[in-house]
């Protein structure tokens, strides 16, 4: 399989790989199986509704678990609330992005924002 040559080579890089909008149109389980990444991003389609929807939360949570049984890093798309966050933190889950942390930003308000934190202290 060509693709999995190439994914192979990317991570013998050091370059990690994620499945973006994992359980979405093209992007299925058989990805998973089939090459080695680094990381799922969960669709936002089902980690929108986790707190109304209860077979939206049985998807995330088995997603969840599956990535971690697979060695692979579980990121949720679309978080929209501090509830939505906490959730997903006691489903385990590894990473978490949206609207509750930050709208989308260019580079050079990214750089901005950087240049203000403190940088850690360097050990020696």
Known sequence: MRTRA???????????????????????????RELPVDEVKLDQQFVMPILEDRRAAAIVRAVIDMAHDMGV???AEGVA??????????????????????PPIGAPSLLETLSILDPLPVQR
């Open 6 to 32: 190439v994914v192979e080579r990317l991570r013998e890089c050091g370059i990690r790989v994620s499945i973006d909008d994992f359980g979405s149109g093209f992007s299925g389980l058989h990805y998973l």
């Open 73 to 75: 890093t579980c990121v």
């Open 81 to 102: 609330s501090a509830a939505v966050a906490d959730r997903l933190q006691e489903y385990g889950c590894d990473l978490a992005q949206g609207y509750y942390f930050s």
